[in-house]
């Protein structure tokens, strides 16, 4: 079976879940295909062996033709029909192509290559002009692809629809759609912007759609108003490594906050329970690790709160570090207002951490072993955080108890049902 795989992220360059979910997907999803995979920055350890990765930033004219594409982006849901290249939907003037190419009207390939490289290189995969990409990216995975040498389309989340649609409209073939998040997620239930639309256009034009939870299954027909009997429910998995608990040099315990500081990631209900478990457990540090957003207004409510000696901000932390962080650590908390899936939270259990985690997110089907309340119980939270650290006991109790859930959460579990969900579309095509 060939799959035509695309996605945005992709280690060694990836902001959060979605790069970790689609490397484990095409790791073990290449034991029983062909893979050629089509993400806009390849880094310079991206490669898999025996799969093709085609990375825009590294592209080469032996990959695409160049001349067969006509630069203009197209809006399918808004008043505008068609607008040039060179102006950015969010209203910025593009650099890359303002200045296009110069004085000439008629440039070689060579040089429109070198300005799709330069466009798709750096490590902001997102970034003002997200749009721009997404739209550029679906023109030239569109042509990359229009030699229809595959059987599957396979495309993860949003930033990858505009490519998937029109590659299965080109290409005639089944187009499978990958939720690991969307925008009623990150932004709220009433939003209706052009990310919601793309994603609507998408999982309508789907023949299959899998959603990283039935919890994120729930949402897309709630929201998106798509039939439940096409959407299959594929748990995110995590790759095992090694793992050896440390102790760390300070004298108080370490609750851990892990992923990107935004809104959705319950950062105000973070602080809410740090306050409260502080006043009966003084000897804790809440270690919040990554970056987003609400970074700056939760450092100034933690200083307005006087909790700063309470919190230790550690910005982005690349894998090794977050693993070494997670080996010291003394819980995990994760109170996201709406969570599709959570893999830090699988992570955090693999390193035996006890986790105390919102019922509001994907991850809570399949961590039994876990501690939940609602995203806004913030003294339920604070109460289960407090026995953790107060009796070590229940602590390790919890731990063992995830770390037997973990036997069937792997990628290989994971491509074993994609493989049946592309066995049935095909026998359905």
């Known amino acids: 079976m060939k799959i035509l795989m695309l996605g945005w992220e992709f280690p060694p360059l990836f902001t959060g879940g979605l790069g970790v979910a689609t490397y484990g997907i095409v790791k073990s999803l290449n034991q029983y295909s062909q893979i050629r995979l089509i993400i806009p920055t390849a880094g310079d350890a991206s490669d898999l062996e025996d ?5 825009l930033n590294k592209l080469t004219k032996e990959e695409i033709d160049i001349e067969s594409i006509q630069f203009e982006i197209e809006f399918d849901n808004t008043r505008v029909e068609k607008i040039p290249l060179q102006i950015s939907p969010y209203h910025f003037t593009n650099a890359s192509f303002s200045g296009f190419f110069g004085s000439n009207d008629h440039p070689e390939s060579d040089q429109k290559i070198d300005v799709i490289r330069s466009i798709f290189s750096g490590r902001d995969m997102y970034g003002f002009n997200v749009m721009h990409k997404v739209h550029l990216f679906a023109l030239l995975s569109a042509e990359i692809a229009s030699d229809g040498d595959f059987d599957i389309i396979h495309a993860h989340d949003w930033v990858t629809y505009p490519a998937a649609v029109r590659i299965k409209k080109q290409s005639g073939k089944p187009l499978v759609v990958h939720v690991h998040a969307l925008e009623t997620d990150r932004v709220g239930d009433t939003v209706r912007n052009d990310i919601y639309w793309m994603e609507r256009d998408g999982l309508l034009e789907a023949d299959s759609i899998v959603a990283v939870s039935e919890y994120t299954k729930e949402q897309i027909v709630k929201h998106y108003e798509i039939d439940p009997s096409k959407i299959s429910v594929v748990h995110n998995g995590i790759e095992p490594i090694p793992v050896k608990r440390s102790v760390h040099k300070l004298k108080d315990k370490l609750v851990i906050f892990l992923g990107r500081i935004t809104s959705q990631k319950g950062p105000n209900f973070l ?15 809440f270690v919040v690790a990554g970056t987003g957003d609400q970074f700056g207004h939760l450092l100034e409510s933690t200083a307005y709160r006087k909790l700063g000696s309470k919190f230790i901000f550690t910005g982005f932390l690349s894998k090794t570090k977050v693993n070494e ?10 109170p996201s207002v709406s969570e599709p899936f959570g893999l830090t939270a699988l992570e955090a259990a693999h390193h035996k951490v006890p986790a105390v985690i919102s019922s509001q997110s ?20 604070a109460n289960y955080i407090h026995a953790i650290l107060k009796y070590p006991a229940l602590g390790k109790i919890l731990s063992d ?10 990628w290989d579990h994971a491509a074993k049902k994609l493989r049946n969900v592309y066995d049935t579309l095909l026998q359905e095509s």
Do not use: C, H
Request: aromatic share 10%; glycine share 4%; proline share 2%.
């Open 325 to 334: 962080l997670l080996s010291m650590a003394d819980a995990y908390f994760m």
């Open 51 to 55: 799969v093709n990765i085609i990375g």
């Open 271 to 285: 602080l809410e329970t740090a306050e409260k478990v502080v006043r009966v457990y003084p000897r804790v540090k």
């Open 401 to 410: 108890r995830a770390a037997l859930e973990l036997n069937d959460l792997t």
């Open 362 to 381: 994907g991850a809570a089907e399949v961590m039994k072993g876990s501690l939940q309340a609602d995203f806004w119980d913030t003294d339920k939270y």
